[in-house]
């Protein structure tokens, strides 16, 4: 079998990167990491691999660039399909990937609401977002994960994102524990996972980043 | 299994995620059940019931088993008939593709086409500018191929043709013309709609205009 190579344009503190990092992990594949200065000036390795949105992540596969994290964790599961990390129905399939398209939709603009605002428009943000994680509970249910007894395609969707929800708790005067038991536990239990843990930054850094972003825009 | 489907489509006239529904079940040649939705009212509690979630057209109903969000019933009709006329290209990085440009519709063009019909003044300007643009770009993905798909009719041309019957509507809301900009665009719509399942499941781009038109008022659009 000829070697392939495998690139990462990534970004330490993106949740999105997250979600590609893990699903590498998840079926084996090694790959080489390129961090990318996000905030500062794009490679042109970037630029030339995504020319449309001009964002991380970017997988190169052997030289071919797949882009936009949910189509890269797709592609990563169809191109590695050993340990398929959505479920074999296409009923169950279509449930997962709505879920998906939800927490594509709902997390990261309702959490941004919360980091980026003061006052009245952070506590609408702040009400909203727990009621988009109590749909998830609800989705959840007594599940380990969300699409049964294996951990899989929504859970790498969403559990990047829950590395900036620690920031969210410290600006909005919350903790997603008390709002949301379940959820933490599938947090928790989701952490435990080798391919999570490796791939995912400390909330506390993250929190320090969104600071950074906050002085940047402007937001006292 | 063919034969007992029982597959409704909860749709709404002119809506251009649900068209793309509807050239799915027809490039299938699925037979399917309409209930046709009036988004000008409430909605109805059979919608209410099957998508809690959005609340949103289209929804496919498969045998009792609700589905939600345009490309993804598409996908799903994909595979259930895999039988026949697949949509989707075999290859991994080709599927890749194909979904990455048709989240670019929804994310960058379907929004830049809402400001065209739905706005005026220097919102309406600036949507007319974004919307060409950002069509342009994906005009370039066509090469000199007949359609997205290649050789025949695939899941990103499903995912764009209902934007190319809302032409005729963006155009004179919009006064311009977007032939003049995008000629290999245009005459990809034109291809498409010598196929006898585009023409049999979409409501003609006068009609959709006029679709517009009566949403508007009704709207206070």
């Known amino acids: 079998m000829s070697k392939e190579e495998v690139v990462l344009l990534d970004f330490w503190a993106s949740p999105f990167c997250g979600r590609v990092r893990i699903a590498l992990a998840e079926k084996g594949v090694e790959y080489q990491n390129r961090e990318e200065d996000v905030l500062g000036s794009k490679s042109e390795l970037l630029l030339n691999s995504n020319p449309i949105h001009k964002k991380v992540p970017v997988l190169l596969h052997n030289g071919k660039p797949v882009c936009e994290s949910t189509v890269i964790v797709n592609y990563i599961d169809e191109a590695w399909p050993s340990r398929p990390l959505l479920p074999t129905c296409p009923y169950e399939r279509a449930r997962a990937r709505f879920w998906g398209d939800f927490i594509d939709k709902k997390i990261f603009e309702g959490g941004t609401k919360i980091w980026s605002s003061k006052g009245e428009a952070l506590e609408v943000g702040k009400k909203d977002f727990i009621e988009i994680l109590k749909q998830l509970e609800g989705t959840l249910g007594e599940k380990d994960f969300f699409c049964g007894d294996n951990f899989g395609f929504v859970d790498i969707l969403l559990i990047p994102l829950t590395t900036w929800f620690y920031a969210y708790e410290k600006f909005g005067g919350f903790k997603v524990e008390d709002e949301c038991p379940k959820f933490s536990v599938w947090v928790k239990r989701c952490m435990q996972r080798e391919s999570v843990a490796k791939a995912l930054p400390e909330p506390e850094k993250v929190y320090e980043a969104v600071l950074m972003l906050r002085k940047m825009n402007g937001i006292e | ?221």
């Open chain 2, 1 to 221: 299994m063919a034969n007992s489907d029982h597959i409704v489509l909860l749709d709404f006239s002119g809506s251009p995620f649900v068209m793309r529904v509807r050239l799915a079940l027809a490039a299938k040649g699925i037979e399917y059940q309409i209930k046709e939705e009036d988004l000008t009212q409430s909605k109805s509690s059979l919608l209410l019931k099957v998508n809690p979630v959005h609340k949103k057209i289209p929804v496919l109903i498969h045998n009792g088993k609700p589905v939600c969000e345009s490309l993804i019933i598409v996908e799903y009709i994909d595979e259930v008939w895999k039988d026949r006329c697949p949509l989707l290209p075999a290859d991994p990085y080709q599927r890749a593709k194909a979904k990455f440009w048709a989240d670019f519709i929804d994310k960058m063009v379907h929004p830049s086409s809402y400001k065209v019909w739905a706005a005026n003044g220097e919102v309406q300007e600036a949507g007319k500018k974004e919307f060409i643009d950002r069509i342009k770009m994906l005009e370039g993905e066509l090469k000199s191929n007949p359609y997205f798909g290649g050789e025949t009719l695939g899941f990103l041309d499903i995912a764009f043709l209902p934007l190319y019957y809302w032409f005729h509507t963006l155009e004179t809301f919009g006064k311009f013309s977007i032939e003049a900009e995008c000629p290999k665009l245009v005459a990809w719509g034109k291809r498409c709609m010598e196929e006898e399942f585009v023409c049999a499941s979409l409501p003609h781009p006068h009609k959709v205009y006029d679709l517009v038109v009566e949403y508007k008022k009704k709207m206070g659009i």
